[in-house]
């Protein structure tokens, strides 16, 4: 609590966080609104995207600032030196951010409250899929931010990843209807499971089951954040 306590007061109500995590996710999908008009089923196709892009710009955005330049301060250190293991410190460190990521997402969901009927939503999916994408786009963002030592090469690295999903992962653009040999690049990257989940959950248009895609979105997290920890282990502590 005192972690994150102080990464609210520190980070996360910054002018430049807010804008580039939720402002920039809103205007790119306002965009697609002009394109293909805002009635109902036209919003209830975009909503998924509009969340999941809302909450991968929101966290990895985040930790892209918090964990490079508290590294780049020595402040990072210190937290090191806490009498807590490993995993509990980065967890503490990045639950700000998920919070962060959720909070992104009702932003879109309130938007689509007023212009849409979601009565045929189905909540009991969309809330763990918002969490889980959170997570596993949080860790995204640790894992580049350990990776790195300039807050500007975070940025830079961050959205190599980013940019990408936006296209591949089937927020705006269905995987099925991508070019044959992009497809496999698609499932190999975590958002997809999570917008698929969204899909179904918003829209019934899902390509695989929910349970598989809450599986492969739980694993990425896991993978992400061992890999993480290793990077830690390996470039800081060792």
């Known amino acids: 609590m005192c972690i994150l306590k102080k990464d609210v007061r520190a980070y996360y109500l910054k002018p430049p966080n807010i804008s580039w995590g939720l402002l920039f996710p809103l205007v790119w999908t306002g965009m697609f609104f ?12 975009l909503l998924p995207g509009m969340v999941s892009i809302s909450i991968l710009f929101g966290t990895t955005s985040m930790l892209a600032v918090t964990v490079t330049f508290e590294r780049k ?9 806490a009498p807590v293991p490993l995993g509990l410190l980065m967890l503490a ?3 700000g951010a998920i919070l962060f990521g959720i909070v992104n997402a009702v932003v879109p969901l309130l938007v689509g409250f007023f212009l849409a009927d979601l009565s045929s939503v189905v909540w009991g ?7 889980m994408i959170a997570i596993v786009s949080t860790f995204l ?3 580049i931010a350990v990776s790195v030592s300039e807050v500007f090469e975070a940025q830079t690295f961050s959205n190599f990843f980013r940019f990408p999903m936006m296209f591949l ?3 705006f653009f269905p995987v099925e209807e991508l070019p044959v040999f992009l ?3 698609s499932f190999v990257l975590p958002l997809t499971y999570g917008v698929d989940i969204l899909h179904g959950a918003i829209a019934g248009k899902n390509m695989m089951s929910l349970s598989f895609d809450f599986l492969m979105i739980l694993l990425f997290a896991l993978l992400l954040f061992l890999f993480t920890l290793r990077n830690i282990h390996r470039k800081w502590i060792t």
């Open 93 to 95: 460190k990045t639950g």
């Open 34 to 45: 002009v394109k293909f008009g805002t009635g109902s089923e036209s919003i209830l196709s």
């Open 125 to 131: 999916a969309v809330v763990p899929a918002v969490v």
């Open 141 to 143: 963002g640790l894992f």
């Open 183 to 185: 497809q496999p690049f």
């Open 73 to 81: 301060a020595k402040a990072f250190e210190r937290l090191l030196l």
């Open 169 to 171: 992962c089937g927020l």
